[in-house]
């Protein structure tokens, strides 16, 4: 074997690009580091052939060879370092591969590539591992399979501290290898596991990772690295190695062992697929538009990009000169498969970002099993959505969020969100993002979704949001709109049942979504004036309460039902007696909790849910009222457009509610007594 090593000669820490580096900066014992690598490079000799490069003044990482390209029968793609620290190493490599007779092969664009230091040959197979997310970009990898007649799995890298994948990971032959799965993201650490089954796996501990273990050159069976445990040591023995500890502390000082020391200059033979097996790396354009700087829309953007294990460009940024104006970026995504990419696009899409290469027909698969969609079905947001069919763009119907659009192509061509369950055999079904595009109110469009720093209402802000809710609601009503309540009997505990009544009488409801408990409470203080057996006039618990709910229940049951409860006299005030008195309807939806229940009470759950999202059909407005099961229930079927008003004692709730990304949503936080006090007493003195 060749292994290709540069002298320290001008090492040392003279900049921080890696978390080892912290600290260090001029720390370097020069004299130490030569005699270490004279140690080091001693024992490779005795195992294979050593050729230096002459290190150059001002590029104190140069010894650090392993990162200089990956080579493979007498071709070489020499790297493009990511950080100009280390630019300069990039020409004098160059010139020694060239020298020594290498076929050079050059990397289009400007994208890093750090050589061994992120591609590792599995020995003897046609397979690469290639880390990206650190130092080296995604897009390299396609290069690295046609180069070498590979096939590449791409492998994201998410701690800092190993930043290059030799650093964390170190196959060997027989389809063994040692890494540390910290070290990388969940979907790469499947990829891994997916292809070496356990045996072959050893998963090293932090402390032999943090101590370069698996940053270990290996020369036949000789296996040379900075330190392993000897647990760890035990372990490779077993599979026939020798360890050979060469302790390299001075070099880790700027983030390097054994291996990133070497440079592999001949693989182990393995056949090359010809032709390269495709990359499965794909990319996109995706717009985004909106109040991207100043409401963080562009990190949250940028962070879902990275998250997904997928890489971006910025192709293009024009950003806005004043606060009333929209900036736009577009970035180009690239992903390791169109699987990821899809999904990542369609992750942007539900933050306002429009994909610009997808103005192909929309991709349609066929139903085949009743309730259950084909695999690649685009999921639905809460935008109003449409598709490229034939040659025209077709609304979606019934757009809500989290269904699958079914398509059904005759004469007039439509196009609907249709929930899982309710998938018929043969229904074809919009797969994919190919085709797709959502239409955001412009004020929705990605940054705007200030929902927590901009409507979520403190305590302090409280009288003047409920000023201005009333407002909407007076003038919902008088224009003969619709306002959806949705409440949980906390309404009831806090004493704001009788104001939720006086909104009812005062026509300011149009719906009462709820469950079993709001209306039990009701009843049960209509009947003995507690709620959950407290006395909701003194706040104090009364001898014998806790069957006062229950005694409720069984009346009700006994009447047959609210309506008759109320028509007969039997129920004479509160929520539900309103709602009767004023035919607003209401629809109670079961839940593992109820007592009873109520005859009313829907313990079909899927009818429950047609229930609830036929009542918030047309809704102007839904008011959300301390019940965090009924509230997001709702919101997930709410389409964008809706004014949303989620009132909640707890931010996380309110919080999640935000989750929609609509301008329309108000959060306030408070006590929802206190809350339906004040609204009421706005609304009446409006009326006044
Ligand atoms: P939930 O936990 O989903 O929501 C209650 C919400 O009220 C929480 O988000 C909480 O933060 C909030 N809250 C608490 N105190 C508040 C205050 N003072 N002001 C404002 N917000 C406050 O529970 P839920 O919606 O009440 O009930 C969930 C389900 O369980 C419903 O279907 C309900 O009918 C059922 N349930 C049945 C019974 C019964 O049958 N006896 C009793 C309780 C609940």
Redesign the pocket.
């Known amino acids: 074997m060749r292994i290709l090593v540069c002298p320290p000669k001008y090492f040392g820490v003279d900049y921080v690009i890696n978390p080892w580096m912290e600290g260090q900066l001029g720390r370097v014992d020069r004299e130490r580091a030569h005699t270490q690598w004279n140690d080091l490079v001693e024992g490779i000799a005795r195992h294979a052939s050593v050729e230096e490069i002459t290190p150059c003044e001002g590029s104190p990482d140069m010894c650090f060879t392993a990162n200089a390209g990956l080579t493979a029968f007498g071709r070489v793609i020499p790297a493009r370092f990511r950080y100009p620290e280390r630019a300069g190493e990039e020409r004098p490599f160059a010139d020694w591969f060239s020298g020594a007779g290498f076929e050079i092969v050059t990397l289009p664009g400007d994208d890093p590539f750090e050589g061994e230091g992120d591609a590792l040959f599995q020995p003897g197979e046609p397979l690469l591992w290639a880390g990206y997310g650190v130092r080296s970009a995604l897009e390299t990898h396609t290069l690295l399979g046609q180069t070498f007649g590979v096939e590449v799995v791409s492998l994201q890298l998410v701690d800092p501290r190993f930043y290059h994948l030799d650093t964390c990971f170190a196959p060997l032959p027989e389809g063994r290898l040692l890494y540390y799965p910290a070290a990388f993201d969940e979907r790469s650490r499947r990829a891994i596991e997916r292809r070496i089954p356990s045996a072959k796996r050893i998963e090293v501990s932090d402390r032999d990772a943090v101590g370069f273990a698996c940053n270990m050159l290996r020369l036949d069976d000789q296996l040379f690295f900075n330190h392993a445990s000897d647990a760890l040591r035990s372990s490779l023995s077993k599979w026939g190695y020798e360890s050979h500890a060469r302790p390299v502390s001075e070099f880790l000082k700027a983030g390097g062992g054994v291996k990133c020391l070497s440079m592999i200059l001949d693989q182990a033979p393995f056949e090359r697929v010809t032709p390269a097996p495709p990359s499965p790396i794909r990319a996109t354009q995706v717009e985004l538009k909106g109040h991207l700087l100043d409401t963080g829309g562009l990190n949250r953007a940028l962070d879902l990009v990275t998250e997904a294990g997928s890489s971006f460009r910025m192709t293009s940024l024009s950003l806005a000169e004043r606060k009333d104006q929209e900036s736009r970026a577009v970035l180009r995504v690239v992903a390791p498969s169109q699987e990821r990419l899809e999904g990542v696009v369609a992750d942007l899409m539900s933050l306002g970002g429009q994909p610009l290469e997808h103005e192909g027909t929309v991709q349609l698969d066929t139903v085949t099993q009743v309730g259950v969609a084909p695999d690649s079905f685009y999921s639905t947001t809460i935008y109003l959505t449409e598709i490229h069919l034939g040659d025209q763009w077709l609304e979606v119907e019934k757009q809500r969020m989290d269904t699958v659009i079914v398509v059904e192509s005759s004469d007039r061509p439509t196009a609907r969100c249709k929930l899982f369950r309710d998938l018929e055999i043969g229904e074809q079904v919009v797969c994919g993002v190919e085709g797709v595009r959502v239409r955001y109110p412009d004020s929705a469009a990605i940054g705007e979704f200030s929902f927590m720093n901009a409507s979520v209402s403190s305590e302090r802000r409280v009288e003047s949001s409920v000023k201005s809710i009333a407002w909407e609601m007076r003038r919902i009503r008088d224009r003969g709109g619709k306002i959806v309540v949705v409440a949980?009997?906390?309404v009831v505990?806090?004493g704001g049942s009788k104001h939720l009544a006086t909104l009812i009488e005062g026509g300011y409801v149009n719906a009462l979504l709820?469950?079993?408990?709001?209306p039990?409470?009701d009843i049960e203080h209509d009947f003995f004036g507690t709620s959950?057996g407290v006395d909701l006039s003194h706040g104090r618990p009364v001898r014998e309460g806790h069957r006062n709910?229950l005694m409720a229940?069984n009346r009700i049951r006994a009447a047959g039902g609210i309506r008759e409860a109320v028509e007969s006299g039997l129920v004479q005030s509160g929520v539900m007696h309103a709602c009767v008195r004023h035919d607003v309807p209401f629809v109670?939806?079961?839940?593992?909790?109820?007592?009873?229940?109520l005859p009313d009470?829907m313990m079909d759950l899927e009818a429950a849910q047609a229930a609830y999202a036929a009542a918030i059909e047309g809704a102007d407005m839904i008011l959300m009222?301390?019940?965090?099961?009924?509230?997001?229930g709702t919101g997930n079927m709410t389409p964008a457009g809706v004014r949303l008003i989620c009132?909640?004692?707890?931010p996380?709730?309110v919080t999640k509610l935000a989750d929609r990304g609509s301008l329309e949503s108000t959060g306030i936080v408070?006590?929802?007594?206190?809350?339906l006090n004040l609204l009421a007493a706005n609304l009446s003195n409006d009326a006044g």
Do not use: E, Q, Y
């Not at 709820?514 to 709001?518: I, P, S």
């Open positions: 949980g009997p906390v505990h806090t709820t469950g079993n408990a709001l039990v409470h959950l709910h229940i109670l939806a079961g839940s593992i909790r109820d007592d009873g229940p009470t009222l301390s019940s965090m099961l009924h509230a997001i009132v909640d004692i707890s996380a709730v408070t006590d929802v007594g206190l809350f």
